[in-house]
């Protein structure tokens, strides 16, 4: 085995252990050897890891969790592509890049998928975990493996990458002006009225890129990148802020790109559009922010089963101890226990006239989570605000007096001051209790990000705070618009139990927006399903149970899904495939 030990010098702090703990408590040093030294200069402990016996000691004993000693076999140590220096995140292996297929990658937040990316885009030159700063090295190290050659022509200036950035929210504070004029620059193809088309563009090509929303935002974004004329193209979490239609929509589209001989490399967290997107997948594994190893490419559905399961097989590798697995939850039984609210019909229309909603009464029970699915635009955040009491329905009342706590889709990061802070201007009560400690902050790794600036958080670090912010108010009705993005899938379902578990404990109701299908499947007891013509008319079904709800929803998109026989998982029909046409001619969209 060889150790790699990593420390996370934001969460280090010398002064507030007692003065370099570590190095105090560690057996090595008591012994007169050096396996921690202090670097003066830099004010920081320094593990020595050939003479590190891996204890575990000072991971122990740190009070702010600040270190990680992880022994991995040794065999790795020839894969080791990059460390971003001395005890610091090292990247094991990478993905493949292949003409005509799109190559998906699945893993955990913090594991090395962006520095992945750098590497293959060019840049950044992997040191090959020494001091290496040639491409010639690298080219060397890759001799026989698949990505010599793409590595030479990277070298010579012949290839060219495009990358579609994670958080698009950002772009408005890169990019000014209209749609059409920044698709216009990057359309080297040729192509702009086409992927605009393709991508529904053509309503927002002469609005200015400020007023867009999220899911335009990404929408833009993804064009951008299929204009360019490259070789390489990279998508990062294309489907967040998009529905499940405009979700299978790009998808088609990556994949045509693919189709037509490009290299395509995609990260993705929605499990059913990865699968339906990639040709191919890596799993990547290790722990976030110490370590991260990519694995050998793998079928689609291999890979993602063996990723559910935790276990790798051609590796032989047990990465988490436990499976994430897809029991029938088909039938849930609906509560029919305390009603917390019987709503009449509403509607609602805007003053301008542009946009009416018509709601069906229904009622909510205690303790129940309520998925809300439906297209972007079609009144959803309107129909919660009427509940709420927020805005006023044209026809129908609301009468009664309920507290709403609410996570809005796109988060805002302007406070100044740290997490804990925040949270604790919330509730400071509840982050010490235990109970909100197992239930939420825990499951969560909120305390680890107490010390950070709120300011300075990450869009998956943002989202959990904000989560949490939402949920430790005290309130009747909790209602999160799109929890799950920027967040991986194990923070996804992470997510979904603390709701579903503090929702039923505290006797709460949550209405929970969400588009990955297998998240809301995770999550709810029932389904209010909305339909219509987004932008101008939607109808909000009364809540239903979660058979007949999934049977609506997707009956209005036309898409089916079937059972993967190994893990249960949710796996989206090819239109128009045998088990397709049965599906549909059964009315059996989901659970079959
Ligand atoms: P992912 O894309 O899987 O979320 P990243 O490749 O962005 O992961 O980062 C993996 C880890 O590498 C992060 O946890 C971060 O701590 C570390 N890291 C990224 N960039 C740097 C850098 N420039 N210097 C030191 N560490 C870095
Ligand atoms: P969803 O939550 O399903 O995405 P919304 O309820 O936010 O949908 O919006 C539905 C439609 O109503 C959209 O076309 C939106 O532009 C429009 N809309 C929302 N709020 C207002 C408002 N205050 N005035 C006029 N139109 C609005
Ligand atoms: Fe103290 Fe932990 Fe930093 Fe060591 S790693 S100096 S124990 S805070
Ligand atoms: Fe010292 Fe043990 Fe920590 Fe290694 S793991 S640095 S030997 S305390």
Redesign the pocket.
């Known amino acids: 085995m060889s150790r790699i030990?990593v420390i996370d010098y934001d969460k280090c702090n010398p002064d507030k252990c007692g003065h370099f703990l570590?190095e105090r408590?560690?057996?090595?040093?008591r012994m007169g050897g050096e396996?921690?030294i202090i670097d003066e200069e830099n004010y920081r402990p320094i593990?020595q890891e050939a003479s590190?016996?891996?204890?575990?000691?000072?991971?122990h004993k740190c009070p702010f969790g600040a270190?990680t000693?992880v022994n991995l076999p040794e065999q790795l140590d020839e894969d080791c592509v990059h460390r971003y220096g001395i005890n610091a995140f090292v990247l094991y292996r990478l993905p493949v890049v292949k003409d005509g297929m799109v190559v998906g990658i699945l893993g955990p937040n913090g594991t090395g998928k962006t520095t992945a990316v750098k590497i293959l885009s060019g840049q950044l030159i992997p040191n090959l975990c020494g001091d290496n700063e040639e491409w010639d090295n690298v080219i060397k190290t890759f001799r026989g493996n698949e990505l010599q050659n793409y590595f030479e022509r990277l070298k010579n200036g012949e290839i060219k990458p495009v990358v579609k950035p994670q958080y698009v929210d950002l772009i408005p504070k890169a990019v000014k002006g209209k749609v059409r004029d920044l698709l216009k620059r990057a359309d080297e193809s040729g192509r702009l009225d086409e992927v605009a088309r393709e991508l529904e563009l053509e309503n927002i090509l002469d609005r200015d890129i400020r007023q867009l929303s999220g899911g335009e935002l990404q929408r833009v974004a993804i064009a951008a990148a299929l204009l360019r004329d490259a070789h390489f193209y990279f998508f990062d979490e294309p489907s967040s802020y998009l529905d499940i239609r405009q979700r299978l929509r790009i998808a088609k589209t990556i994949r045509k790109l693919a189709d037509s001989g490009k290299a395509v490399l995609t990260v993705e967290h929605d499990l059913a559009i990865l699968d339906y997107m990639s040709d191919i997948i890596h799993v990547v594994y290790g722990k976030p922010g110490a370590y991260g190893i990519f694995s050998q490419p793998k079928s689609t559905r291999n890979g993602i089963n063996e990723f559910l399961r935790g276990y790798l097989r051609d590796e032989n590798v047990r990465f988490r101890p436990f499976e994430i697995s897809f029991t029938k939850k088909s039938e849930r039984k609906s509560q029919e226990g305390e009603i917390l609210v019987q709503y009449p019909s509403l509607v609602k229309e805007y003053e301008n006239g542009s946009f009416r909603l018509e709601a069906e009464g229904g009622e909510l029970y205690v303790g129940e989570v309520v998925g809300i699915v439906g297209p972007n635009g079609i009144g959803k955040t309107t129909f919660v605000k009427m509940l709420a009491g927020v805005e006023k329905p044209t026809e129908g009342e609301v009468d009664w007096s309920l507290t709403v706590s609410y996570k809005p889709q796109y988060i805002k990061t302007d406070y100044e001051g740290t997490v804990f802070d925040l949270l604790s201007k919330i509730d400071a009560a509840k982050l010490m209790s235990n109970f909100y400690k197992t239930e939420l902050l825990n499951p969560l790794g909120i305390p680890e990000l107490y010390d950070r600036q709120v300011n300075e958080l990450s869009g998956g670090e943002l989202q959990r705070v904000a989560i949490t912010a939402c949920l430790l108010r005290d309130a009747d009705l909790y209602l999160l618009d799109e929890p799950s993005a920027h967040l991986d899938v194990e923070q996804r379902l992470a997510v979904s139990k603390a709701i579903r578990s503090l929702m039923a404990k505290n006797e709460k109701t949550a209405l929970i927006v969400e588009h990955d299908v297998m998240m809301v499947d995770y999550l709810s007891d029932r389904l209010i399903v909305f339909e219509g013509e987004p932008g101008k008319h939607g109808r909000a079904l009364p809540p239903m149970g979660m058979r007949d709800g999934m049977n609506r929803f997707l009956a209005n998109i036309g898409i089916t899904f079937r059972r993967d026989p190994d893990t249960g998982r949710p796996r989206a029909n090819k239109e128009g495939s045998v088990k397709d046409r049965e599906q549909k001619e059964m009315g059996e969209y989901y659970y079959t």
Do not use: K
């Open positions: 030990a570590c408590v560690c057996p090595v040093n396996a921690i593990i590190c016996t891996g204890c575990g000691i000072c991971v270190i000693i």
